[in-house]
């Protein structure tokens, strides 16, 4: 009976062993499975900065002549203004014909960066290409057309620099 016994207490300690062993196993497998759920969101939250990043780089990439043509565009317009200036003598047609050459080598300039004008006048006004300024009735034109153009608008590749100021027929 003793021997007995002393098999019963060993099966119960070995059972409680069992048990304990098991509970551990298990709040270990809970463990593991938290600790890669951690790791995929981790690894999946690296891939989306990753991407991000990428795209940033290649925008900024892309469009880092845009604060240059910017402050270029004012200057473009005083060209644009001066060579529309009706010269009467020799002295002031060679000088209006070296503004033309300046004003045509910047162009070419930004040209190679990928600006370009905005084409306005007889196209159907398009509130992302233009800012309408004033409205008229035109009859040589269809109903909200652009008219006339005050100032040219600019494109750096997809993205409008300044919208063109217009006129729209109603």
Do not use: C
Request: proline residues 3%.
């Amino acid at each position: 009976m003793e021997s007995q016994l002393e098999e019963n207490e060993s099966k119960s300690v070995e059972n409680k062993e069992l048990e304990a062993a098991n509970e551990k196993i298990a709040e270990l497998e809970t463990k593991l499975q938290e600790l890669e759920n951690r790791y995929l969101r981790l690894h999946a939250d690296f891939d989306n900065f990753r991407r991000r990043t990428r795209l940033e780089f290649e925008a900024a990439e892309k469009y880092r002549a845009q604060s240059l043509v910017t402050d270029l565009l004012p200057a473009l317009d005083n060209f644009e203004r001066a060579l529309k200036i009706e010269a009467e003598d020799e002295k002031a047609k060679s000088i209006l014909q070296g503004m033309e050459m300046v004003y045509r080598s910047l162009m070419e300039a930004l040209k190679k960066e990928g600006v370009e004008a905005i084409e306005s006048v007889g196209k159907p006004f398009d509130p992302h290409l233009h800012q309408a300024v004033m409205q008229a009735e035109d009859g040589n034109y269809e109903p909200n057309t652009v008219v006339e153009e005050f100032q040219k608008g600019y494109k750096l590749k997809d993205r409008v620099i300044r919208p063109a100021m217009v006129k729209v027929s109603q």
